[in-house]
């Protein structure tokens, strides 16, 4: 280096050094937010309601919420790419379907959990490959999806089947103590692993940078030579894939296939990503964000339920308010000056 | 400074060429994009790869580059001939692209959008601190101190640009294309993006330099290749051609012949008397047209020169409010107006025909009389629908009058000739009784014989006592109708002169910049 190069000057370059050189990434913001959001919730409550801030309180929003938080992790791969999927709820609802019915044929436990994740991804490779390779928008493809798959459970049965599986009877039963005498589900670990894995994924790998990638441009992705298509189809198998595992965690849960399970449950998982900081846009945004979504909404649940007089609608009139102030939030935060 | 970048052209001029194309034929159906064309691109050289708009440049790179397949012709890379099927291959043989609009992610940091795909791993996970040091040893040798965790998108275009380049230089680039880098930048940053052109050329690195801007290229490029209609013009050393030179290589005459082209048109007695019509002040908008004086006087024809890219359509679009000026007056009719959108132009009576016939004009599904109308009606407002009778009379009317073919006002507009088309968009705005009329390339692409009756038009129009603002790439035509003349170039009104005995050859002169030292 004995050239010389000429250095470009005024650049921000009137800041101190200290702070020019580092702040904390402006990506991890709308994650604070959320958190702070979480946190001043939890702490309105604890003032509000007797009991509220029981450790085992905060355990339960990941018991109740195992499967929705593995749905959001798959939902934010999808929108950081600027897709969406609508399938989802359906898709868990089939897998319950699925796993009733097969377990009720006398299938043994482990081969009914491959089939059931197979057609989850099975059907996001599908959608992914439509919505991919003939240019259509995700939101009619993954809608398409939506009914087809609301559809096939009325197939199966329309009536309401119990799991009696034992494997996945005393698997549904089970906790796991935490010092302090409290407990956790068993799902709760499994979600919390997919959280971890999808984090290390999304950041960790090529295939996570071009998911960002992908949502920020996709046309610079394509100029840069990324491998769009196999990326674009990706999310939706890893959508798919964890609508399939959050199906499986739901009927542990329930016990039973219904094909009117997790109803309406695709746009819970859509609130949850908006309010965890994700743009809808795509491009930006965090899973970890997205689990504390879930655990925001499971917040506003606890309310009510520690609170008895409030009608259960305030859970959707309030998730009603806070997706609209999240999504002006980020407007305010994405807006650049003309 | 071209004294200083003629030394290196110089130096390598025995070096072995990086690229050389030769008898370099491409065609799309029905059309000859590129006819035996060459390129030879030397080590530490900057190239300027110069013509007209649809002369071929960017064909000829997208041939290089692998986009386009070559019909004819050899390319011979780094002493092999190759041929590409496509830009992963020809950046894999050393051959990186920068586009005009940058094709970067501005919601990634600066390190990951230049090693995006090619990220440093370790235990199959990304190395993210390998990454940014990388990526910022790659900063610092081009000279850009900024921060390579920082986000794209919190720097300016200017520095952006500069991360595509440092993209392209990671992938240890023997070849750097850069099309039209500046053309959304201002001054300062062009200095910038210039300085690292210099480090990466005395690097070794040649560099193709896509531009319209003449003092651009003449203060960076070593070499030039001139192209027109797609085929070679010739190469030459920047440091042994003149402006006027290159001007003239560009648009395809020599100055002789266009001295001899006869100016048919009586002249037309000027009116630049009184209260102008239309008086702009001081008038620019950042990145499109810098501080522009005008006055339009009633009846009058103001042609405009300049070679493309020279702020001729931009200076057309502020004055009819389709993009708004960053400062500036402008005085109607000796009153101070704001003209920030087209409808509160329309309202003062301005019309303005777009260059851009297909998009920003004909609308293909509707009938010629809908089309007609259509201005007339968006300043009635919806409300208060044109009457049939109307408007049947004002269609038959304009179609007589512009001998508008086919006749019949039902045929849909996509099914006509260019030249009919750019009569209905003319009588579209006739029909609105304009006082001042705004045609930007109102002839481009049509025949012989409706351009002429468009021009015939226009002096109809000055006699009625329309002001017209005429735009063309064809000097003949400007000369031959306007009154006065405003010359552009690098996005600056750089003369206006009454147009008493001006020629082509007068012009060419005042666009190569020749002219205004000893005016």
């Known amino acids: 280096?004995?050239?010389?190069?000429?250095?470009?000057?005024?650049?921000?370059?009137?800041?101190?050094?200290?702070?020019?050189?580092?702040?904390?990434?402006?990506?991890?913001?709308?994650?604070?937010?959320?958190?702070?959001?979480?946190?001043?919730?939890?702490?309105?409550?604890?003032?509000?309601?007797?009991?509220?801030?029981?450790?085992?309180?905060?355990?339960?929003?990941?018991?109740?919420?195992?499967?929705?938080?593995?749905?959001?992790?798959?939902?934010?791969?999808?929108?950081?790419?600027?897709?969406?999927?609508?399938?989802?709820?359906?898709?868990?609802?089939?897998?319950?379907?699925?796993?009733?019915?097969?377990?009720?044929?006398?299938?043994?436990?482990?081969?009914?959990?491959?089939?059931?994740?197979?057609?989850?991804?099975?059907?996001?490779?599908?959608?992914?490959?439509?919505?991919?390779?003939?240019?259509?928008?995700?939101?009619?493809?993954?809608?398409?999806?939506?009914?087809?798959?609301?559809?096939?459970?009325?197939?199966?049965?329309?009536?309401?089947?119990?799991?009696?599986?034992?494997?996945?009877?005393?698997?549904?039963?089970?906790?796991?103590?935490?010092?302090?005498?409290?407990?956790?589900?068993?799902?709760?670990?499994?979600?919390?692993?997919?959280?971890?894995?999808?984090?290390?994924?999304?950041?960790?790998?090529?295939?996570?940078?071009?998911?960002?990638?992908?949502?920020?441009?996709?046309?610079?992705?394509?100029?840069?030579?990324?491998?769009?298509?196999?990326?674009k189809v990706g999310v939706y198998v890893i959508s798919g894939f964890c609508s399939s595992l959050a199906g499986l965690l739901f009927s542990l849960y329930m016990l039973s296939g219904y094909s009117l399970h997790a109803v309406g449950m695709e746009l819970d998982a859509i609130a949850a990503v908006v309010i965890g900081g994700t743009l809808l846009t795509g491009g930006s945004g965090l899973v970890l964000g997205s689990a504390l979504g879930v655990l925001v909404l499971g917040t506003i649940q606890t309310f009510i339920s520690f609170d008895g007089n409030l009608s259960s609608w305030w859970t959707k009139i309030t998730i009603g308010v806070l997706l609209l102030v999240f999504v002006m939030i980020q407007r305010i935060f994405t807006r650049r000056p003309a | 400074m071209t004294q200083m970048s003629a030394a290196p052209a110089q130096a390598t001029r025995t070096a072995e060429p990086v690229v050389e194309m030769s008898g370099v034929s491409v065609s799309f159906p029905g059309v000859k994009a590129l006819q035996s064309v060459g390129l030879t691109l030397r080590p530490g050289e900057v190239h300027a790869l110069m013509g007209e708009n649809g002369a071929g440049k960017s064909t000829l790179i997208k041939a290089l580059t692998g986009v386009y397949s070559i019909d004819e012709g050899t390319i011979i890379v780094g002493g092999e001939p190759r041929t590409f099927s496509g830009p992963a291959e020809s950046q894999a043989a050393g051959i990186s692209t920068v586009y005009q609009e940058i094709n970067l992610c501005t919601n990634l940091t600066v390190a990951e959008n230049m090693l995006l795909g090619r990220e440093p791993r370790s235990f199959g996970r990304i190395d993210t601190r390998e990454m940014n040091r990388r990526a910022g040893s790659v900063l610092a040798r081009l000279g850009v101190d900024i921060e390579p965790r920082s986000l794209l998108g919190s720097h300016p275009i200017a520095i952006q640009q500069l991360v595509a380049i440092a993209r392209a230089v990671d992938i240890d680039a023997e070849l750097l294309i850069l099309d039209e880098p500046t053309s959304s930048l201002d001054a300062d940053e062009v200095v910038k993006l210039f300085e690292v052109m210099r480090t990466l050329r005395d690097e070794g690195v040649a560099i193709v330099f896509v531009s319209h801007f003449l003092d651009q290229v003449f203060e960076i490029s070593d070499r030039m290749t001139v192209l027109r209609n797609g085929r070679l013009v010739g190469e030459y050393v920047t440091a042994d051609t003149t402006q006027l030179q290159l001007v003239q290589a560009m648009i395809g005459r020599e100055l002789e012949t266009l001295e001899k082209i006869e100016r048919q048109a009586e002249q037309n007695t000027v009116r630049a008397t009184g209260t102008p019509l239309m008086e702009v002040l001081d008038l620019g908008r950042k990145g499109s047209v810098e501080a522009v004086d005008l006055q339009v006087f009633e009846g009058e024809v103001i042609g405009v020169a300049g070679l493309l890219g020279s702020g001729r359509t931009e200076l057309a679009r502020l004055l009819f409010g389709a993009d708004a000026a960053d400062h500036g007056d402008i005085q109607l009719r000796a009153r101070r107006t704001k003209l920030r959108t087209p409808r509160q132009a329309i309202d003062q009576k301005i019309a303005?025909?777009?260059?851009?016939?297909?998009?920003?004009?004909?609308?293909?599904?509707?009938?010629?009389?809908?089309?007609?109308?259509?201005?007339?009606?968006?300043?009635?407002?919806?409300?208060?629908?044109?009457?049939?009778?109307t408007k049947e009379r004002l269609v038959t009317q304009y179609i007589d009058a512009l001998d508008i073919r086919p006749t019949d006002p039902h045929a849909l507009m996509r099914n006509l000739s260019g030249g009919n088309q750019q009569k209905v968009l003319l009588a579209r705005w006739l029909i609105t009784e304009p006082e001042l009329l705004i045609l930007d390339e109102p002839t481009r692409g049509i025949d012989i014989g409706a351009k002429a009756q468009i021009q015939q038009l226009v002096a109809d129009l000055a006699q009625q006592g329309v002001s017209v603002v005429f735009i063309s790439a064809e000097l003949e035509e400007v000369l031959r109708l306007s009154d006065r003349l405003v010359v552009m170039r690098d996005r600056r009104k750089i003369d206006e002169r009454s147009n008493d005995d001006v020629s082509v050859a007068d012009v060419l002169e005042i666009i190569a910049g020749e002219v205004r030292d000893d005016a």
Request: net charge neutral; with cysteine.
């Open chain 1, 1 to 231: 280096m004995s050239v010389q190069a000429p250095v470009i000057k005024d650049l921000g370059s009137s800041l101190p050094e200290s702070v020019r050189r580092y702040t904390p990434p402006p990506r991890f913001y709308p994650v604070i937010a959320t958190f702070a959001l979480f946190v001043g919730m939890f702490g309105a409550g604890t003032i509000r309601y007797e009991g509220f801030s029981s450790p085992q309180v905060i355990l339960n929003l990941f018991v109740d919420n195992a499967f929705l938080i593995v749905l959001a992790v798959g939902m934010t791969f999808v929108i950081l790419t600027g897709g969406i999927d609508l399938s989802v709820g359906s898709v868990v609802a089939l897998s319950t379907m699925i796993a009733a019915s097969t377990l009720r044929a006398g299938w043994p436990a482990p081969l009914t959990i491959i089939a059931v994740l197979l057609t989850g991804s099975v059907l996001g490779l599908l959608m992914g490959l439509v919505i991919h390779y003939f240019e259509i928008q995700p939101f009619i493809v993954t809608l398409a999806g939506m009914f087809l798959a609301r559809g096939l459970c009325y197939l199966i049965s329309v009536e309401s089947i119990p799991i009696k599986n034992e494997t996945f009877t005393s698997f549904a039963m089970g906790t796991i103590e935490v010092p302090g005498g409290h407990f956790i589900t068993p799902a709760v670990v499994i979600s919390l692993v997919v959280l971890v894995i999808a984090a290390w994924a999304l950041h960790m790998t090529r295939f996570g940078r071009t998911v960002y990638a992908v949502g920020g441009s996709e046309q610079s992705a394509l100029l840069m030579g990324l491998a769009v298509a196999r990326t």
């Open chain 2, 352 to 389: 303005f025909s777009s260059e851009n016939r297909r998009s920003e004009g004909v609308i293909g599904d509707l009938s010629i009389a809908d089309n007609m109308v259509l201005a007339l009606q968006a300043s009635r407002g919806w409300l208060r629908p044109l009457p049939a009778k």
